[in-house]
């Protein structure tokens, strides 16, 4: 079994900042990609940002120069600091590894439970 567990959610202003923290545990074998998506109510999951086993990232337009991506593949986690947040940032935000575990050699797919981060005054 893999599990996502993610923290640092909440309540934040227009030109606030987050955290957010992901832990993948499990009898994992390789992290290929992890990475953060979202979903903002009445719309389709978004990819936000990406970052491949060697440090390469993806972001998407939107957040580019506000959010960074990091990651730790010791502890198996990745972080995401999310700077200037904006009303249209609020979302729920899921945690996603690509990785393998336990005898099963093809990558599959995880994703945490999702962790709300509302931009409001």
């Known amino acids: 079994q893999v599990q996502l567990a993610e923290s640092g959610g909440g309540l934040v202003q227009p030109g606030g900042s987050l955290r957010l923290s992901c832990a993948a545990s499990?009898?994992?074998?390789?992290?290929?990609?992890m990475g953060w998506y979202r979903q903002a109510p009445g719309k389709q999951r978004e990819m936000v940002t990406t970052?491949?086993?060697?440090?390469?990232?993806n972001y998407a337009d939107s957040v580019k120069g506000r959010f960074i991506i990091s990651r730790d593949n010791a502890k198996n986690t990745v972080s995401l600091q999310m700077n200037d947040l904006k009303s249209e940032d609020t979302a729920v935000y899921y945690c996603?590894?690509?990785?393998?575990?336990?005898?099963?050699?093809?990558?599959?797919?995880?994703w945490g439970q999702g962790t709300q981060v509302t931009v409001s005054s």
């Open positions: 996603n590894a690509v990785l393998t575990h336990g005898s099963i050699w093809n990558p599959g797919n995880y």
């Open positions: 970052i491949g086993s060697d440090g390469r990232t």
């Open positions: 499990g009898s994992i074998r390789t992290i290929y990609t």
